[in-house]
Nanobody
Framework: QVQLVESGGGLVQPGGSLRLSCAASENIFSFYSMGWYRQAPGKQRELVASIIRGGGTEYADSVKGRFTISPDNAKDTVYLQMNSLQPGDTAVYYC????????????WGQGTQVTVSS
């Protein structure tokens, strides 16, 4: 059973920064992609950023230029550096890993709360 453990969430003022971490229980090279999703109250879960094996990245338009996803292969960890945070970034952030099998396997962490407020 794949385990993804997020950390690094918290309360930050507008304009501030946070770095989220997602530690995987397996070698992250075993996954086709890893990413971060978020879900605000009353809204659907949405993709924030993802990275595929080989290094290609994708970002939501709302976070381009402010957020950066990056892997640490030695630690089997994926980070999300979030800068210039805005109240609209407030949400529960979930780590995701996809393994390509006959039926793709999607794995999720338990989520970490990010609150941007003055």
């Amino acid at each position: 059973q794949v385990q993804l453990v997020e950390s690094g969430g918290g309360l930050v003022q507008p304009g501030g920064s946070l770095r989220l971490s997602c530690a995987a229980s397996e070698n992250i090279f075993s996954f086709y992609s890893m990413g971060w999703y978020r879900q605000a109250p009353g809204k659907q879960r949405e993709l924030v950023a993802s990275i595929i094996r080989g290094g290609g990245t994708e970002y939501a338009d709302s976070v381009k230029g402010r957020f950066t996803i990056s892997p640490d292969n030695a630690k089997d960890t994926v980070y999300l550096q979030m800068n210039s945070l805005q109240p609209g970034d407030t949400a529960v952030y979930y780590c995701n890993a996809v393994r390509m099998m006959v039926v793709p396997e999607w794995h999720w962490g338990q989520g970490t709360q990010v609150t941007v407020s003055s």
